[in-house]
């Protein structure tokens, strides 16, 4: 058993607004946008910016890109072990401070971002033709490249299940810039499987992207284990641009193109009709190591 400081000693008091406590949805919107906790909120001790050049001196890299706390060495064992400290399942740059803001803050808040979700092609008949644990080391392969990519580009992962992998950018960890940086992690992702390489890709892989205001936030199981969730029609349209980008390709909302500021020259515009939408919704395809082609619609 690793010893761990008693509950309360664990989170300190921080200096109070003089007009009122913070609600959680305040709480969550200042996090998500600015990557801090309100000056009001209750912070673990050991979170403190006054600990960071300490935290700084402990070896040894990598360790987390914010806190500094080293997630390696004699260092890493130490945090891990005494405070509970590792590297997020979220984005592995960061230490898993969101999980904890989770369990601590139900709730959460709408805020603009950017969703970007990543398919693998046909595998319904790709793992036709596989042995299972064959299909099952490829998919995790797709898994690694994709959150690698995620991470470089400072998204945070919600969720990998099946043959998806889905990411959300927020101010607070990718900028304001987030929708730029979520198109760029949606090209990553592709070169990191192989598309526009003279030897093919070696996973089919389409992704979409989609900007717009989401609610994020954390819930709880009636176990106790939290998991920060993305809900609502932002995320619902992402999840619709990927499913009908074609292998290689990356699918855009004008929305995207617009928060971007993107030069959608030799893009192909796209009018499409998606699932559960009245009106149709324009889009902009880009596609890794092909040109568009002017008579697809």
Not at 71 to 86: P, S
Request: hydrophobic share 40%; net charge neutral; glycine share 10%.
């Amino acid at each position: 058993m690793f010893f761990r400081a008693p509950a309360e000693y664990n989170w300190v008091n921080m200096p109070k607004s003089p007009e009122r406590a913070l609600t959680a949805e305040e709480i969550w919107r200042i996090y998500l946008t600015t990557g801090r906790y309100p000056k009001s909120a209750l912070v673990p001790w050991y979170m403190s910016t006054r600990l960071r050049p300490v935290a700084r001196r402990l070896p040894a890299s990598p360790r987390c890109r914010l806190c500094y706390y080293p997630f390696g060495g004699m260092g890493g064992m130490a945090v891990r072990h005494l405070l509970g400290i590792e590297p997020s399942k979220m984005n592995a740059t960061v230490c898993n401070v969101c999980e904890r803001f989770a369990e601590e803050h139900q709730g959460g808040a709408e805020v603009e971002t950017s969703m970007l979700f990543a398919d693998v092609r046909g595998s319904t008949t790709l793992a036709e033709g596989m042995h299972p644990v064959e299909f099952g080391r490829l998919i995790g392969h797709f898994y690694s490249a994709a959150s690698k990519a995620l991470f470089d580009h400072n998204a945070m992962i919600e969720k990998l299940i099946g043959d998806e992998v889905t990411g959300f950018f927020v101010p607070g960890m990718a900028g304001p810039a987030h929708a730029r940086a979520a198109v760029e992690a949606a090209e990553a992702i592709l070169h990191a499987t192989g598309h526009g390489t003279p030897a093919g890709p070696w996973v089919p892989v389409g992704v979409g992207v989609h900007t717009g205001t989401a609610f994020i936030g954390g819930v709880q199981t009636d176990q106790g284990s939290a998991d920060v969730v993305v809900l609502g029609d932002t995320a619902n349209t992402g999840a619709r641009l990927a499913s009908l980008a074609g292998p290689g390709e990356v699918l855009v909302s004008d929305a995207v193109r617009e928060a971007a500021a993107l030069d959608t020259a030799g893009w192909e515009e796209r009018l499409l009709q998606l699932k559960g939408r009245s009106e149709p919704v324009t889009a902009w395809a880009m596609r890794v190591g092909r040109p568009a082609d002017p008579h697809r619609r």
